[in-house]
């Protein structure tokens, strides 16, 4: 088209993001791999080179449906094969194929991870050009990748097949352990201690100096962080995260413990195992977290609380006191500020709705008793 207002070029919309489409997997293979029941199955021949959304899938996708809500977009699909739960009864989807399996999601990530196995490129060991390492750093070249402008402080220690993204600073006496990710600018500060398989997005930073001040009578004096952030085994952080450094002693984030991004953690907390941080909480000093706690986005802890394991927080939760938690199955459920059990919380929220009928009601009362 020609020029629009003002001589401007009309905006277009961008296509769209390339989704993983070079591997072509044969569907009875597929059903193979995954243990599916095949439902529908196809005619003849059908390969599977695509990945897609229910609504956006075409010729040679696969998809999955997970959600009832969902269901008018899987009976317009335009997918080759989709995945479905082991109970679903495949009402109105004509000769779709299906594949019926335990977790449709967890399977469809199965198959992603295959194709972006082929699609993105391997990230191959050594040192690249402009990085910046320590010469009694202890590190295999031929099984760690170092990217280019990273810089690897004395005495830092990086296990095999641990990938370091370019501009990360790795501080002195940092440990990694084996098959980490960092991704580029995290800073990891001195003596911070990754377990295995930790994946760190890209702009994070553990081990910075814990928010500490005492007023002397005339100014914030800052109070010395000597200690460090350990990381245990499997845990992700996600982007632009703070882990501040302990006062004294670490501030600990436990094995399988899945971080969100713009989280804040304290000095000197301890989370639990195989809890789920979501974006924008933020956790005081010296708080511990028991294991499997659920903190929805933008939940606050104070500082020096007891959280108990299995506690769920609803989004925006302001927990100022210690809680006990829950079971494996039960977990204790809190919401509101201050943080209390949902059940009075949910109260809470319903009585200030009521006021103005109860302000009518007592209006029409005072205007009866005037009457008399």
């Known amino acids: 088209g020609g020029p629009g207002v003002g001589g401007a070029t009309p905006a277009r919309d961008p296509p769209p993001a390339p989704t993983p489409g070079r591997v072509q997997i044969e569907f009875r ?30 010729p040679g996708d696969l998809s999955f449906f997970h959600d009832h809500r969902y269901l008018d977009d899987l009976r317009a699909t335009g997918a080759a094969a989709v995945l479905v739960p082991r109970d679903f009864a495949g009402d109105g989807v004509g000769r779709l194929p299906l594949l019926k399996v335990d977790s449709p999601s967890l399977a469809f990530d199965e198959v992603t991870r295959d194709f972006l196995a082929a699609e993105v490129p391997r990230v191959e060991p050594g040192v690249a050009p402009g990085a910046v390492v320590s010469d009694d750093a202890d590190f295999d070249p031929a099984a760690v990748s170092i ?34 990710k960092v991704y580029p600018n995290v800073v990891l500060y001195d003596r911070t201690r990754l377990g295995d398989r930790v994946i760190l997005q890209a702009g994070t930073v553990l081990g910075s100096d814990g ?74 000093g010296s708080t511990r977290v028991g294991d499997h706690v659920t903190m929805a986005a933008q939940v606050g802890l104070a500082g020096h609380l007891e959280i108990g394991p299995h506690c769920i927080f609803a989004a925006r939760s302001g927990v100022t006191k210690s809680v006990p938690g829950g079971a494996p199955g039960s977990p204790a459920f809190y919401s ?29 009362v005072e205007e009866r008793l005037e009457e008399r």
């Open 211 to 284: 928010f500490g001040f005492e007023f002397d009578g005339k100014a914030h004096r800052k109070i010395e962080h000597f200690g460090y952030v350990q990381v245990d085994d499997d845990v992700e952080i996600g982007a632009n995260c703070t882990v501040d450094r302990g006062r004294f002693g670490r501030t600990r984030i436990g094995a399988g413990t899945k971080i969100d991004n713009l989280v804040q953690i304290g000095h000197n907390v301890t989370l639990g195992r195989h809890c789920i941080i979501v974006a924008d909480t933020a956790i005081a």
């Open 29 to 58: 293979a597929l059903a193979e791999q995954l243990g599916a029941e095949v439902v529908n199955p196809p005619g003849g021949e059908l390969d599977i080179t695509g990945l897609s959304a229910l609504k956006d899938a075409g």
């Open 147 to 180: 990217g280019a402008n990273a810089v690897v402080g004395a005495g830092a220690r990086i296990g095999d097949g641990s990938v370091i993204g370019p501009g990360v600073s790795i501080g002195a006496g940092v440990g990694i352990g084996e098959g980490c």
């Open 336 to 364: 509101g500020f201050p943080a209390a059990p949902a059940s009075e919380s949910r109260k809470l929220m319903v009585y200030p709705r009521r006021i103005p009928e109860i302000l009518k009601r007592l209006k029409a």
